[in-house]
């Protein structure tokens, strides 16, 4: 086991139950970077939320599949995957997961020094664990209740939207 895998399972061990701190701190308004515009953060927790899904939900779990393919070479997924992550490198810890964000870009940058695809799988498998982890937390601190403010419209309404354009 690497040094980095034995980093990602201490991690998901303290977040199993706790939230994570880069969780507490972006809650509360508080992002290091400063990102978010005109004195909030609302913008930032959407952005986040929607690159952490698009990780646990589709990137980790698409390079999970490809490499249990014989026609994948570990090379191909370490291209693959450098592709995938590329915008999230930045984004993620800039945006307030610094945790996250600092593991995910070890995890990139580890990608050349991989030695087969077993490494590759089990190291794949805990970024795919860390990251639903805080999608299960980013997911638990959204505030859904605003979503008051966005009613749906009915057929009645759009018939007068319609007239009006």
């Given amino acids: 086991m690497t040094e980095l895998q034995r980093e990602i399972e201490k991690h998901i061990d303290e977040i199993w139950v706790d939230e994570p701190l880069d969780i ?28 952490v899904r698009a990780l ?4 980790f779990p698409d390079l999970l599949h490809h490499a249990k393919k014989e026609t994948f070479s570990l090379s191909q997924l ?14 993620i810890g800039y945006f307030g997961l610094e945790t996250l964000g600092g593991l995910l ?11 087969n695809k077993e490494e590759y799988v089990k190291l794949t498998k805990e970024m795919f664990t860390m990251t639903n982890r805080y999608q299960l937390w980013m997911h638990q601190i959204f505030p859904w209740k605003l979503s008051i403010f ?16």
Wanted: a positive charge.
């Fill in 78 to 91: 370490s291209d693959m995957t450098k592709r995938a992550l590329e915008i999230d490198l930045g984004v």
């Fill in 56 to 59: 646990g939900i589709h990137i």
């Fill in 105 to 115: 870009k070890k995890y990139y940058e580890a990608l050349p020094f991989m030695q």
């Fill in 150 to 165: 966005f009613p749906k419209a009915d057929t009645q309404r759009l018939q007068e939207f319609l007239k009006l354009v």
């Fill in 24 to 51: 507490t701190l972006l809650k509360n308004g508080y992002v290091r970077s400063g990102a978010g515009i005109k004195e909030q953060y609302f913008t930032t927790l959407v952005m986040l939320s929607g690159e």
